[in-house]
């Protein structure tokens, strides 16, 4: 779901710029990172949980087993839970610098928007210890998640005012 947003934002929240289009590719990488992440539980658990139950032998059981620890690393560890919130909140924060001069839109969401998308890029420092950086990030990405359906009605609603407006009284 990250790939239309990033795409939507770029078309709807200010006029097209460089660092909007940065802001956009970090939207993107996140979402391909997200998907790295959730694919190793919908394709690869599913197949290798398979494996290991079918196996003919132990060594058959644990070369299974070793193989989903590699995928959950590589493809979890790595992408899911490292690349994907770093990019999201790189992308999250852009936003918020946009936001703040979009006139339709009150200041205080690009601040918060800034806030959340630093709390969201912080999250990978869970797992060098700061565990609660990493329950930061868990409540940033909450928070972005309210701020953005907020922003979305924000921005449906000045539009629909503008749009009554512009089309004045029949």
């Not at 539980?41 to 197949?47: D, E, P, Q, S």
Request: proline content about 4%; hydrophobic content about 55%.
């Amino acid at each position: 779901m990250i790939v239309p947003l990033a795409l939507l934002f770029e078309s709807v929240v200010a006029r097209p710029s460089l660092r909007l289009r940065i802001a956009t590719a970090f939207g993107l990488v996140a979402a391909l990172a997200y998907t790295i992440g959730i694919m190793r539980w919908v394709l690869v658990a599913r197949f290798l949980a398979n494996a290991v139950v079918c196996a003919h032998n132990a060594t058959e059981a644990a070369t299974a087993a070793l193989i989903f620890r590699a995928f959950a690393v590589y493809c979890g560890n790595s992408f899911g839970e490292t690349i994907a919130p770093v990019a999201h909140g790189v992308w999250a924060t852009i936003l918020g610098h946009a936001l703040l001069k979009v006139d339709r839109l009150p200041r205080w969401l690009g601040w918060a928007q800034i806030v959340t998308g630093a709390a969201i890029a912080l999250r990978p420092l869970e797992y060098v210890g700061a565990t609660t950086l990493g329950e930061l990030g868990d409540i940033g990405v909450g928070a972005w998640t309210v701020l953005l359906a907020l922003t979305g009605v924000l921005l449906a609603k000045g539009e629909k005012q503008q749009n009554s407006t512009t089309s004045g009284p029949s």
